[in-house]
């Protein structure tokens, strides 16, 4: 239950209306932001423009002008948006002291409705985790427990959802790290279609399978976000056509075909996810939903796939950082192949070093048709098999993680049980299909448990819409 925000759309109807200032939205968020530091969701605070956004918004609003439909709405970006005002780290030692020579696509969206970015979220270094701890800078807290992780990659934009420090974040999903935070934490997690938001502006993973989404206290409020920023953009060749108003979510469970992925519910779930998941199954069937069981036989292969695809692409979009074009240069290096070597071996951390030698591996002469290759037919496989089950059923729903939050340092040292986290959420990445992870109640020990629903390619209007009902029947 949300103590401190209204809904995203009451908000900003208030400020068009001068119920409240815009001003006074900003100065709140950032006094939580520091009353809540000790959770560490935060890298830095966009504190000078964002007061400077407000003051031009309540001017616009005192002339009559419309300020746009988040207008003075604060919110926080996962420190891999390209933002004015704080630099944009990505969490890396290596662009240390980078500033945004211009700003995201989907930030400037934002903006143009009247958003104010108030702060940059913490995260995984360059978003290569599920726990927050591969940050260069410090590992956030989970809002539930201050002994466990808040997920990754996006674990700060989850974390600061949930501590309520805006109404809502932004963050990427590669492989599960929007929606992991999300069950991890206890909040709304929106992974749309690939190709649907804007990823200019973005500092790159993986091209192929990174994708922007909101994360918020509610499936309305992440609608109403992903309603602004969806749509083609020409700085990106990979965006895809918009649905009509995806804010327009009236929708009922009855009648609808829903299939449990039978992969996702045996070996390897734990007992408590396990017995969350099932309630929730029983309280969709209440709700009138039509549930099977369907099984995608491929899926057990997806997390090798992504684990091949991921760092080959992770090896090529991290050559650029080089020590030559961005802040940080090591200033040791007597020549330049020297200044290559030890700015890259002191910049990088030792999970982004890990992928890039993977990657390289997996793309090299002898190994490209063993692995790479191979991974991509498999790829393709998991595609149709996606598309054959959601032919046969409406929407795809399973657990979004095999556990709950695990304690700080559990899996530090142990980068397989690591990857294992996202064994249940990089199909999705891997078939570019819509996917949401929703509160779907709790385990012992209070920990959060997500519900992930996932729905065909494009169709992501009908999947908010049965998100939205989906949440209405486990209140």
């Not at 953009?233 to 009922?252: F, G, K, M, P, V």
């Not at 996917?435 to 997500?450: C, F, M, Q, Y």
Request: charged share 25%; net charge negative.
């Amino acid at each position: 239950m949300r103590s401190v925000w209204l809904p995203i759309k009451d908000i900003a109807s208030k400020v068009q209306a001068g119920e409240l200032k815009a001003a006074d939205l900003v100065e709140q968020s950032l006094k939580l932001i520091e009353e809540k530091s000790e959770y560490k969701a935060i890298v830095a605070t966009t504190e000078t423009e964002a007061r400077k956004r407000a003051k031009q918004i309540d001017e616009a609003i005192a002339r009559g002008d419309d300020a746009g439909r988040l207008a003075g709405v604060p919110f926080i970006a996962k420190d891999n948006f390209l933002v004015f005002g704080a630099d944009t780290t990505a969490a890396s030692n290596i662009l240390k002291g980078f500033s945004a020579p211009y700003q995201a696509t989907a930030i400037n969206r934002l903006e143009a409705e009247g958003a104010i970015c108030v702060a940059k979220a913490n995260l995984d270094a360059f978003a290569h985790g599920t726990s927050t701890e591969n940050s260069d800078f410090f590992t956030t807290l989970n809002p539930q427990d201050k002994t466990r992780v808040p997920g990754g990659s996006s674990g700060g934009s989850a974390a600061s959802v949930v501590l309520e420090l805006a109404p809502f974040a932004l963050g990427t999903d590669t492989g599960g790290s929007i929606r992991q935070p999300a069950s991890f934490s206890g909040c709304i997690g929106y992974k749309p279609s690939y190709g649907l938001v804007s990823r200019s502006g973005v500092v790159a993973m993986a091209s192929s399978t990174d994708v922007i989404g909101p994360l918020a206290s509610t499936v309305d409020d992440a609608a109403l976000v992903l309603d602004v920023m969806a749509g083609p953009d020409e700085l990106d060749s990979t965006t895809i056509a918009r649905q009509d108003d995806y804010t327009e979510l009236n929708q009922s469970l009855k009648g609808k075909k829903i299939g449990v992925i039978k992969e996702y519910m045996g070996e390897g779930l734990s007992l408590e996810v396990k017995h969350v998941i099932e309630s929730s199954i029983d309280k969709l069937k209440q709700a009138g939903a039509e549930i099977s069981e369907v099984s995608i036989p491929s899926t057990d292969m997806a997390l090798a796939v992504y684990y091949i695809l991921c760092p080959a692409e992770v090896s090529s979009n991290l050559a650029r950082y080089d020590g030559q074009r961005y802040a940080y240069t090591a200033k040791d290096a007597k020549n330049l192949d020297q200044s290559y070597l030890l700015s890259r071996g002191q910049g990088f951390g030792k999970e982004a070093k890990r992928r890039i030698m993977i990657g390289t591996y997996v793309l090299s002469s002898g190994y490209y048709d063993a692995y790479y290759r191979k991974a991509q037919t498999v790829r393709t496989k998991l595609i149709n098999e996606f598309e054959a089950a959601l032919k046969d059923v409406d929407f795809l729903i399973g657990p979004v993680a095999p556990t709950t939050a695990f304690k700080i340092g559990a899996n530090v040292d142990n980068p397989l049980q690591m990857y294992l986290c996202d064994i249940m959420t990089v199909t999705s990445n891997m078939v570019g299909n819509p996917s949401i992870s929703i509160p779907a109640g709790k385990a012992e020990g209070g920990l959060p448990v997500g519900l992930q629903i996932m729905a065909a390619r494009r169709q992501d209007k009908e999947l908010l819409a049965v998100a939205k009902a989906s949440e209405e029947a486990f209140a």
